[in-house]
């Protein structure tokens, strides 16, 4: 459900691009976003890589706000994957301050809107106080109702499967016997236990691939990619991926 008028959500649009014709009742429930092009706009202004990343945190913030007044309930967005490790050190470092730093000042502006933020991936490898930050916005916002804003950090999805292959197979090994495993146990053990899986996954500056992210939970997901670079990402944006996916039909397998 729109938290206002449409027009009052999308005000002034781009040439051609009518926030009427979004139907609020169909609206993606969860929405995913592989966040890329922060480096590419960045060498395209001269840039170390890391302003390009500063530069895409109101991209963030513009997102969030569209998704949520637009009906959205949970907005997932791939920030640290655990192959990004193998980016130069400094980077990496400069990229977990901006993190902690980024959470710590947005943690009260999303707990007025009623966001509450919750994290994906392993967090045992993060340094402390950007695990810190990350826990302190869940336990502020953690009883909120309204869209839940899903940070992915630190994850991959092949290691989310293999965790919960693993403690499956623990509790089986513990137990003495093998359950019959079907999708519903499978799911049980995945990060995304309590959340229902994507309609719309956006990927943003051309690129067209899942990058380890959401393997599972991206089945019968719709994709929509834009060559948009990820801090040049507006609500605007977000609507025309809203509309392209209310323009598709989806059978699921069927005809």
Same mark, same amino acid.
């Given at each position: 459900?729109?938290?206002?008028? +449409?027009? *009052? ?11 009427? *014709?979004?139907?609020?009742?169909? +609206? ?32 963030? %913030? ?9 009906? +959205? ?23 977990? *301050? ?5 959470? #710590? ?20 490898? !993060? ?21 839940? #804003? ?15 292959? *693993? ?14 495993v079907d999708e519903a146990l ?28 959401? !393997? ?26 809203? #509309? ?5 039909? %989806? ?5």
């Amino acid at each position: 459900m729109f938290s206002k008028p +449409v027009e *009052q959500i999308y005000p002034n649009p781009p040439e051609g691009l009518d926030p009427a *014709q979004l139907d609020e009742a169909r +609206v993606p429930q969860h929405v995913a976003v592989i966040m890329d092009g922060n480096g590419r706009w960045a060498k395209k202004r001269a840039l170390n890589r890391l302003r390009g990343h500063k530069a895409g945190i109101e991209a963030v %913030r513009e997102t969030i706000r569209a998704a949520s007044d637009s009906g +959205v309930r949970y907005l997932t967005i791939y920030s640290f994957s655990t192959e990004n490790w193998k980016r130069p050190d400094d980077e990496v470092e400069g990229l977990m *301050q901006l993190f902690a730093k980024t959470m #710590l000042a947005e943690v009260d502006g999303l707990h007025e809107e009623h966001v509450r933020v919750k994290t994906i991936g392993d967090m045992s490898r !993060l340094p402390d106080d950007t695990r810190e930050a990350f826990e302190e916005a869940w336990e502020k916002t953690r009883d909120n109702d309204g869209m839940t #804003l899903v940070v992915a950090v630190n994850y991959g999805s092949r290691q989310e499967i293999l965790h919960a292959v *693993q403690a499956i197979a623990d509790r089986a090994a513990a137990d003495g016997a093998a359950p019959e495993v079907d999708e519903a146990l499978f799911e049980q053990d995945l990060y995304t236990c309590d959340i229902p899986d994507p309609e719309l996954l956006i990927r943003t500056s051309g690129e067209l691939r899942v990058s380890n992210f959401l !393997l599972w939970q991206l089945a019968y997901t719709e994709f929509y990619c834009t060559d948009v670079l990820w801090p040049d990402f507006d609500r605007y944006e977000f609507l025309r991926a809203l #509309l392209a996916y209310q323009n598709r039909d %989806r059978r699921f397998g069927a005809v």
